[in-house]
């Protein structure tokens, strides 16, 4: 497994071979269990078997033909049995391979289905540094190239090289069996060295199709970056220096394409010349023995039909094998994702937690985002079940990277952290996080309607909760002007609505979820004076008979508060009340002053 580093998005690699790709990707395509699953893959073999056989009957058939019509005794007869032969042979043809493909299809899309899945539930369990040092355009790029190439492989790996190969060995014995092995040999050097030379050049042609992807990685990333951050580009009027960046991208990736077609001619002419070669010597050796009585005019026809079967799917060698080959590399990125491994994990003895007081507790708890700087330092507090308890201080002081610590989203370098005396590390995460109400300070909403949004704290819970909560949140009157109530889109991040306005959907999302600890990371740092009344009356309410760990900024929004904890470079530096604090006239009582001032 990898080691939990997380660099780019270029940095996604899978070091196993193509053989072990195929091989994994055959798990999918052949899973334990699914009898029906495999059933259906047999008789689609069994489709392609029939198909092919009757490939290289076909021109058996067109030679008795021929050779019917050749004969001046036999011209007056109509050979009606070879004609409906002909046809028949050519209806199961074109039925075995409609068949084949009917069956297979439902293999691919559950196949790419069952991949794509997994992929998007493992990006789900890595941690949140894995996303940060992530760039989204990328990683969906990632994906998408992905699951698109395990459909590539699937059809042309099964259906175009194994069955071409299939029936390039029944041609050989044909032509040996039914003329001679002169031909036979002919057909096996000249695809010998097709193949030779398809490989060596396409090997060669890889290096820009890989600079292509990078820069059109490069490319989306930068446009979706560019389209989310949309208010901010207009902010500085940087419009032109967007146009610039994306087109720079582009023009790299402009030129790495125009390097792969060039070399792609070459391989096309190569090819072409190998074909044309081996197609004249074959014709000539047939005429040849046309010439001499040997052959007849049909063995001619039948060469001739031989070679165009042949010849016609080796011209999508040289693409379908650099294809492939990309294909599997698209696909060893993709299961890169699922070789990261994640520190944050359940463990194998870990217990779904069911709370029954809601206590907190930090012991000894020191933590960094890199080993050289230290955001908590020996952090030990005690937050009693029912209780307020308010964290102020400066910006950088670790206010919020406790509360991601309480949600694991971190571990702790050292020290533990507890809920009801239980260490969260022993709970399952889920358990955990199902048991904590967030309202973050910055509210992402999906780009869906309101009611989406606002149902996403629990959708499980009735109409009925979902109205209580819009009523708590102060949302009921803002909602009844919109013209389509609950159903109005939000925009891509809830750019549609106010900071206000997304502050009161992730009040009423915690509200749904009718948590047990609630934590409120600095929750009504978007409202406005009037507003922050109202919704303040709703939180507390809320807080009522509830755990709850406050991060705060408007040190207004805390006097109430059972224990106001003022962090300084990630330790204790002051514990009390609002009142008790203010007297101590500490580092507390100058952000009172400060505020109180700036309001004025």
Known sequence: MRPTSYADDNSIEYDKPGMEIIRILLGYIWPKGKRGFKVRIVLALICLILAKLCSVYLPIVYKQLVDHFSD???????????????????????????????????????????????????????????????????????????????????????????????????????????????????????????????????EWRLKYRREMNKQDNQANTKAIDSLLNFETVKYFGNERFEFDRYDQSLKFYENAAVKSQGSLLVLNAGQQLIIGLGTIAILVLAAKGVTEGRYTVGDFVMVNTYMLQLFIPLNFL?????????????????????????????????????????????????????????????????IPEGKTFAIVGASGGGKSTLFRLLMRFYDSDSGEILVDGISIKSMTIASLRAAL???????????????????YGDPSKSEEKVREAIRAAQLEEFIARLPKGLDTTVGERGLKLSGG????????????????????????????????????????????????????????????????????????????????????????????????????
């Open 437 to 455: 109400g967030v309202v973050p300070q910055d509210t992402v909403l999906f780009n869906d309607t309101l009611g989406f949004n606002i149902r």
């Open 72 to 202: 001046k005794a036999l011209v007056m007869v109509l050979p009606v049995a070879l004609i409906t032969s002909y046809g028949a042979v050519k209806i199961s043809q074109s039925l075995f391979k409609e068949l084949r493909d009917l069956l297979f299809v439902r293999v691919t899309q559950s196949t790419r289905r069952s991949v794509a899945l997994e992929v998007f539930q493992h990006l789900h369990s890595l941690p949140l540094q894995f996303h940060l040092d992530r760039q989204t355009g990328g990683l969906s790029r990632v994906i998408e190239r992905g699951t698109g190439a395990i459909r590539f492989v699937m059809s042309f790996l099964i259906f175009n090289i194994g069955p071409t190969l299939f029936e390039l060995a029944l041609v050989v014995f044909a032509m040996s069996y039914l003329l001679d092995v002169s031909f036979a040999l002919i057909i096996v050097v000249t695809v010998a060295l097709y193949i030779a030379l398809t490989v060596s050049v396409t």
């Open 318 to 382: 040289g693409f379908v094998y650099r294809e492939i080959k990309q294909s599997l590399l698209d696909m060893g990125r993709m299961f890169g994702i699922l070789e990261e491994v994640s520190s944050i994990k359940d463990t194998p003895d870990a217990k779904s937690l069911e709370i029954q007081h809601g206590s907190i507790e930090f012991k000894a708890v020191s933590f960094g985002y890199s080993s050289d700087r230290k955001i908590i330092e020996d952090f030990t507090l005690t």
């Open 501 to 600: 306005e997304k502050q009161r959907v992730a009040i009423a999302r915690a509200i749904l979820r009718d948590p047990k600890i609630l934590i409120l990371d600095e929750a009504t740092s978007s409202l406005d004076s009037k507003t922050e009344t109202v919704i303040q009356s709703a939180l507390n309410q809320l807080m009522k008979h509830r755990t709850s760990l406050v991060i705060a900024h408007r040190l207004s929004t805390i006097v109430d508060a059972d224990q106001i904890i003022v962090l300084k470079d990630g330790k204790i530096f002051e514990q009390g009340t609002h009142q008790e604090l203010i007297s101590q006239k500490g580092l507390y009582q100058d952000l009172w002053e400060q505020q109180r001032q700036e309001q004025d």
